[in-house]
């Protein structure tokens, strides 16, 4: 190889890239190989990187078990520097030298298994130079793997160079590993968090496999920081590594898109992975290395269903689906790369490990995506906790008011329906008494003219007039407790009108004077049609004429009743907006205020011993009442004991319009 050209300050490193002299099942010494070449009975050539798998021999082709030697003269500037080759994975066992010095060996070359003792060693080696020519003369023998040979480059410069090249390899796949084992550690810790992102537990396991895989390959970093490691526990974690990898990264998937990645798939990959993990373990490495073409065969056809399920997820919109076929077509490609590479396929490769990094990185946009919808949810969950639990406090207090107001209604309720029944009881006595004295009487006046005890026609005629009016009354006390019992079951039809108000002041003006001023007693009537605000006309109402005048009726006769001779009784009707409010106000006796509640429940008489001749049923109020709640309306008492007394109610109003 001429590198006269080549100015290795100014140009830097170069490889060794080209034909070798190659002598197969040969291990010649260094002066027999510069003898071999310098007579020119080579036996044969080989262009490296390359393994001799596949090159004939003997008209065979070669395996990649046996043994050869590797002779390179390369023609060099004089330089007085020291100069530095950069050795890769020579498989399995080598010995170098340089300008006729051994400078470097991994493991033991030998011709057959039982004298070979495979070894891995990237190393840089050193050496000065003997002039322009440097004689570079490799013995490699292979025993232990499916591949043999030197398959990756081997690169020449000035020391310095090729020691920073070196170590910045070296830490470029050292970052790597600790990236990828930094996040497998970061997701253990989202698991261990929480146990239910089962997903989390995959993808930290599939980064820590892959990491500690990225330490045996490449430029071999553990066996620079760990030198004892045996060359066969290297392969098998390399290789066990890689077959347990792509189970874990299918898993994950389908905790991503469980419905484009059926079970079955995951159970056939779960099964290949476990059955080639066992053979690397239980099988020996020249047998197990031939393992790995057909599981890249599988990984092919895996990474294409995983890539087409992605695009699924992509097509259905799936959270997270464009950086998962990002992520994954990207290093997918670097697996077939990487797959085409250790098949000698091609002569770049080894960017596995970095499309990895680049699947974790939009991975990581995936698991971030779901972690903060994740916290936005609890986040709005909180705030909708919090508003829902201020909510629940105030809804408590409503309901604890409103249950305090239905148990001060329940207590009235209940006082009521005490009052009620005592009212009930008193009523029985007093219709008992109603009815008994006048029947008694009745019964007297019958028996007294049946017995000729009264034989004087007009004394005859008297007691008929009061055995008639006694059974009036009973008729008229009977009448009224039928009439209240309809009116509380609502079974009275009410001919329902609309009037003015005008014309309802109209037609109650004129009609008790009569009645009451033969009582001996005054009456008078004060009316205003318009509202208080004096803004026209005051509306209308919806209105049962000949119901509300039974109301008057009930209310002027109990007035009359309890005003003396010489009193007055004064009808007002006034419009209070909404309503249009009647009163009837008197100057008589008036009402206890221990009675003004009550006075409008059935049944209720201030004096219980009061006969019909002297008293009503007790019944005219409480009629009055039904009535007037049926309009919609409401009924009260206003009096101060020996003021005089007055009975109002108000009808809900209706805006003025214009009746057809």
Not at 244 to 266: D, H, K, N, Q, S
Request: hydrophobic residues 45%; glycine residues 10%; aromatic residues 12%.
């Amino acid at each position: 190889m001429d590198l006269r050209e080549w100015d290795f300050k100014k140009d830097g490193n170069v490889s060794l890239n080209g034909e070798w002299d190659f002598y197969w099942n040969r291990l010649l010494a260094p002066d027999e190989a510069a003898d071999q070449a310098a007579a020119g009975q080579s036996a044969d050539w080989i262009r490296l990187p390359g393994s001799w798998n596949g090159q004939a021999a003997d008209g065979r082709e070669r395996t990649g078990r046996g043994y050869a030697t590797f002779h390179l003269r390369v023609m060099t500037q004089p330089t007085g520097s020291v100069l530095a080759m950069e050795l890769p994975t020579i498989r399995t066992a080598y010995r170098l030298w340089i300008n006729g010095d051994p400078v470097a060996e991994s493991g033991t070359v030998g011709t057959d298994a039982a004298s070979s003792k495979p070894g891995y060693m990237p190393q840089v080696v050193y050496f000065n130079t003997s002039g322009t020519i440097q004689d570079i003369v490799i013995q490699v023998s292979n025993f232990d793997h499916r591949l043999g040979g030197i398959w990756k480059d081997m690169k020449m410069g000035e020391a310095a160079g090729v020691a920073s090249d070196h170590s910045l390899h070296m830490g470029l796949d050292l970052m790597l590993v600790g990236s990828l084992l930094l996040m497998g550690m970061y997701h253990l810790g989202l698991f261990l968090i929480r146990f239910k992102e089962i997903g989390a537990l995959y993808f930290s396991m599939f980064c820590v496999v892959i990491g500690i895989r990225a330490m045996f390959v490449g430029e071999g970093a553990v066996f620079e920081l760990f030198p004892s490691i045996h060359w066969l526990t290297g392969l098998r974690i390399e290789y066990w590594c890689y077959y347990i990898g792509v189970p874990l990264a299918v898993m994950f998937c389908r905790t991503l898109y469980p419905r484009e990645f059926p079970l079955w798939f995951i159970r056939g990959v779960q099964c290949a992975g476990a059955l080639f993990s066992l053979a690397v373990l239980a099988l020996p490495s020249w047998l197990f290395t031939y393992t790995a073409p057909l599981y890249q065969a599988i990984t092919g056809i895996v990474c294409a269903y995983v890539m087409a399920g992605m695009v699924r997820a992509l097509l259905q919109r799936r959270e997270g689906s464009m950086f998962a076929v990002l992520g994954g077509g990207v290093y997918s490609i670097t697996i077939m790369l990487d797959i085409l590479y250790y098949n000698q396929w091609i002569h770049v490769g080894d960017f596995a490990t970095l499309g990895l990094f680049f699947f974790i990185f939009m991975t990581s946009f995936i698991i971030s995506l779901k972690s903060f919808k994740a916290f936005a949810s609890v986040e709005t969950l909180s705030r909708q906790l919090r508003e829902l639990n201020m909510g629940l406090e105030n809804r408590i207090k409503e309901r604890t008011a409103e249950l305090e107001r239905s148990n001060r209604r329940l207590e009235k309720m209940n006082e009521d329906l005490g009052r009620l029944e005592n009212s009930r009881r008193h009523l029985l006595s007093n219709i008992s008494h109603d009815l008994g004295t006048p029947m008694t009487l009745i019964q007297g006046y019958v028996e007294a003219l049946i017995d000729r005890v009264v034989v004087d026609p007009d004394q005859q005629e008297k007691y008929l007039r009061l055995i008639l009016g006694r059974i009036t009354g009973l008729s008229r006390l009977i009448s009224d407790l039928f009439q209240l019992s309809k009116l509380e079951a609502r079974q009275i039809d009410f001919s329902m009108q609309e009037m003015t108000v005008e014309d309802v002041i109209g037609y109650y003006s004129d009609r008790y004077d009569l009645e009451v001023n033969n009582a001996g007693l005054r009456f008078s009537v004060q009316a205003a049609a318009l509202a208080q605000d004096g803004r026209g006309a005051a509306g209308t109402v919806f209105i049962d004429i000949d119901r509300i005048d039974q109301v008057l009726t009930n209310v002027i006769y109990n007035a009359i009743k309890h005003t003396p001779v010489g009193g007055f009784i004064q009808l007002q009707i006034t419009v209070d907006t909404p309503s249009l409010v009647m009163r009837v106000q008197d100057n008589g006796s008036g009402i206890d205020p221990e009675d003004l509640p009550y006075i409008f429940d059935r049944f209720y008489k201030k004096d219980k011993s009061r006969n019909s001749a002297e008293g009503g049923s007790g019944l005219g109020l409480a009629i009055a009442k039904e009535i007037v709640e049926f309009h919609g309306g409401r009924i009260w008492a206003e009096s101060r004991l020996g003021q005089g007394a007055c009975i109002c109610f108000a009808l809900p109003l209706q805006p003025a319009r214009v009746l057809g």
